[in-house]
Structure formats: structure tokens, C-alpha cells
């Protein structure tokens, strides 16, 4: 009984020692990265690029596996429940993280129940109208929605989405009144736009930019904070005249919120060496994303950032989810 005594008092002088050596042995198996849509789309496409350069600087495979379904709510319920030892990550999209928590009850706390590791990349919208609205430029396009109001109506995939609450910012910020028009997805939404049925769009580059070259779209500004690096001469929506507009897709690594402080870190270095690999930062701009790479800590601040202004959108426009 005395030998069992004093190991109970001895081993938690080591139990810091113990959480080094085993963060400093992770990974010892491959690594699962859950992916909250289905393959093709852009979050797999960069959950693929990253899980590959991540996996070489790690020395471990990263197996993905899509989980797709409720706009990455079935992926972050998943990973929210699972064993805190750093073998399951997930590849975070802004839907499920920072938009969805003001619009609907969620199986998890998207700020308790993960630790956030890194920002892997951010892609900004691209504002385009229909050949036939008389509008070469933002302040144009605000003057020409504010002489109609109501009558400008612009597309989404449907309510919730970044296109619509990109919509719905700009309809705040430049203070004018547009109809939103949602659809069950960007393909359809995209073709009537095309065809003149719905005057403009906040859509994702790679689905518009071939349309904008062929002259069948007019692209009028990106919707990030800066400049996009594949449209370096495209300005900005706030360049354009609406102060502080910033609506970007963004993707992440996080893990579920027990995981070690170290392994979160270890995670975060190779991570960070992975994404900043010149032909990763190529792949990931091929697909509408420039590369971040920040700390756990500006990663988890950038997060509550973005859930305050998505629930500063969604209150100011009374937007619902049917």
C-alpha cells in the first residue's frame, strides 16, 4: 500500500514530461481528416492538397474521409465527439464554424467544442452582373439599385449561403434594397444568371470566372478584404466605395477541443511549413484560395470574428432557414 502511495504522489511530477514525450512521438499511425462535402467541391479539393503536404512534413499519411451533408454540420458533429488524441482533424469551412451557429440549433458549440489549429486558405466571392445591367462598376451598381429599389435581384444556392449573406452585407453596408432569389445550388442559380433572369451574383471564382472572360458575366469587384492574387487588377468591393464590406470563403484545420496544447502546436508548425510549399500555394490559387497559415490563437480570434459579423448579418437582415 505505502509503494502504491507514493507512485499515486510521484507520477503527476511527471505527467508534463509525459505529455511532451507523447506529443513529441505524434503521429505513430496515419492521421483521418474528416471533410464536411462530398468529393469535387472546393473544400475537398484543398482538404486534398492540404491533407497530401501535410502528411509529408508529418511523415504519416492523412486519410481523407468526406463526410458531406447539412453544409458540414455532419463532419463537425463527428469530429466534435471524437477522441481527443489528434489522430482525427477536420478540414473546417466557414458554413459550418461561423455561419450556421446564428441560424440554427447544432449538434455542437463550434467555439468549445473544437481547438482551432491553423487557417488554411481564403477565397474571396466574385461580384458579377449580367451584360445587360447598365452598370460598369460598383458605385454604378449602387446608384442604379438605389434609383429601383427592390427591382435588382440577385441569386444565391440558397439562404445561409455566403452568396446570399454576401447580399445581404452589401445590401446594409451600401444601403440599398435588393430581392434575393435563392436557388438549390450555384449550378442553377448561375445559369439563370447567365441568361438574364437574375440581374447579379456574389459567387465563387472558379464557377463565374470562365463565364466573366467570355463576356457572358461582368465581374465587378472581389468581395475579400484584398486584392485576389489570380485577379490582381479586379479591386475590391470596399476599393469600390462600401467601407468595410469583407466576405470570404474560408477553410481551416482544427481538431476536436481536447486534444494537447503540443500536439495542437505540432499540427500548427507542420501545417503552416506544408501550405507555404510553392506548388501547394499554386494548387490551392488554381481553385480560387490564397494560403493563410496563422497560429492556433489568431486562428480560434479569427473564428469568433467572423461569428459575431455573421450574426451581426443575419439579425440585421432577419434571415431564416425554412
Known amino acids: 500500500m505505502k509503494k502504491i502511495a507514493i507512485m499515486a504522489a510521484v507520477l503527476p511530477l511527471f505527467g508534463g514530461a509525459a505529455t511532451v514525450a507523447i506529443a513529441q512521438a505524434y503521429p505513430a499511425k496515419p492521421i483521418r ?10 473544400t475537398d479539393i484543398i482538404g486534398r492538397i492540404v491533407a497530401q503536404k501535410l502528411g509529408e512534413t508529418l511523415g504519416q499519411q492523412i486519410i481523407v474521409d468526406n463526410r458531406g451533408g447539412a453544409s458540414g454540420q455532419l463532419a463537425a458533429e463527428l469530429v466534435s465527439k471524437a477522441a481527443p488524441d489528434g489522430y482525427t482533424i477536420m478540414m473546417a469551412h466557414i458554413a459550418a464554424m461561423t455561419i450556421l451557429p446564428s441560424l440554427i440549433k447544432l449538434p455542437y458549440d463550434a467555439q468549445k467544442d473544437f481547438a482551432p489549429v491553423s487557417l488554411s486558405a481564403i477565397g474571396p466571392n466574385l461580384l458579377v452582373v449580367h451584360p445587360s445591367v447598365p452598370a460598369k462598376s460598383v458605385k454604378e451598381l449602387i446608384a442604379l439599385a438605389k434609383a429601383r429599389p427592390g427591382q435588382l435581384q440577385y441569386a444565391s444556392p440558397g439562404a445561409g449561403t455566403v452568396q446570399h449573406l454576401a447580399g445581404e452585407l452589401f445590401k446594409l453596408q451600401a444601403k440599398v434594397d435588393m430581392l434575393h432569389i435563392p436557388y438549390k445550388g450555384s449550378g442553377q442559380s448561375i445559369v439563370d444568371l447567365i441568361s438574364g433572369q437574375v440581374h447579379l451574383d456574389f459567387d465563387a471564382v472558379p464557377p463565374v470566372i470562365n463565364y466573366v472572360r467570355q463576356g457572358r458575366l ?10 485576389f492574387s489570380l485577379l490582381p487588377d479586379m479591386p475590391t468591393v470596399e476599393e469600390a466605395g462600401v467601407k468595410g464590406f469583407d466576405m470570404s470563403t474560408w477553410w481551416g484545420i482544427v481538431v476536436p477541443g ?16 506544408a501550405i507555404r510549399q510553392p506548388d501547394a500555394k499554386d494548387k490551392i490559387a488554381f481553385v480560387g484560395a490564397d494560403t493563410v497559415g496563422n497560429t492556433p490563437e489568431e486562428f480560434a480570434a479569427f473564428i469568433r470574428s467572423e461569428t459575431e459579423k455573421y450574426a451581426r448579418i443575419v439579425k440585421a437582415g432577419n434571415i431564416k432557414l425554412d
Open 33 to 42: 481528416m474528416l471533410i464536411g462535402f462530398p468529393p469535387g467541391g472546393g
Open 258 to 273: 481536447g486534444v494537447s496544447k503540443d500536439i495542437v502546436n505540432k499540427l500548427n508548425a507542420e501545417m503552416v511549413k
Open 218 to 227: 461582368r465581374a465587378l469587384a472581389v468581395t475579400s478584404a484584398k486584392r
